[in-house]
């Protein structure tokens, strides 16, 4: 019998796969770095409100992409993994189905209004259903078909190029504190 996840265990797995999502893309970050021999030493960074635009949405729809991908192959993601969750479809896992959920779920995820209506709806529903699972005919819940342990080492291995790429790269990103772990010999690369 499946049981529906708590929205904190939710919450908690939204939060992890966007760490894991953002150190992943640090880390191909540090490895074009070093492949293009960009120093970590470098003063100042200047980049422009619309670059920053266009990154901020490629990194949206790559975000949507693989949500997409992961829950169709896998139907669940590291975060969810790493919580113990699994998206269960009512319909059968379809990529339409998981089309419209990844859409529905990544507008309210990056939109701040429609995402606190969604959470408070899901709140509120007896399935623990937010927009885009009513929308999708799913629901998450907590058990999964996949080992845990797999989705706790991708999120670790996320953080962990994450904070690689802050302790390297902290002066080009604008990160001007002394954190204290460059004196640390892993990360003296």
């Not at 995820?109 to 009513?134: C, E, K, R």
């Amino acid at each position: 019998m499946n049981y529906n996840a708590s929205m904190t265990d939710r919450a908690c797995a939204i939060i992890l796969d966007l760490i894991t999502f953002i150190g992943y893309v640090c880390g191909v970050c540090m490895l074009i770095f070093s492949v293009n021999e960009i120093s970590t030493e470098v003063n100042s960074v200047k980049i422009s409100q619309n670059q920053l635009i266009k990154l901020i949405v490629v990194l949206i729809v790559v975000y949507f992409a693989l949500d997409v991908l992961l829950t169709r192959i896998f139907a669940t993601t590291p975060g969810k993994l790493f919580m113990n969750c699994d998206v269960d479809f009512h319909m059968g896992n379809s990529m339409i189905h998981n089309i419209i959920r990844s859409f529905v779920k990544v507008i309210c995820l990056f939109t701040v209004i429609p995402g606190i209506i969604s959470y408070v709806y899901a709140s509120g529903n007896a399935d623990n259903q937010a927009y885009h699972d009513v929308l999708a005919k799913s629901n998450v819940t907590s058990t999964t078909r996949m080992p845990r342990f797999l989705g706790v080492l991708v999120v670790l291995v996320g953080i962990a190029l994450l904070i690689m790429f802050i302790v390297n790269y902290r002066d080009a990103i604008g990160i001007n504190f002394d954190i204290g772990l460059k004196s640390f010999k892993i990360f003296n690369i």
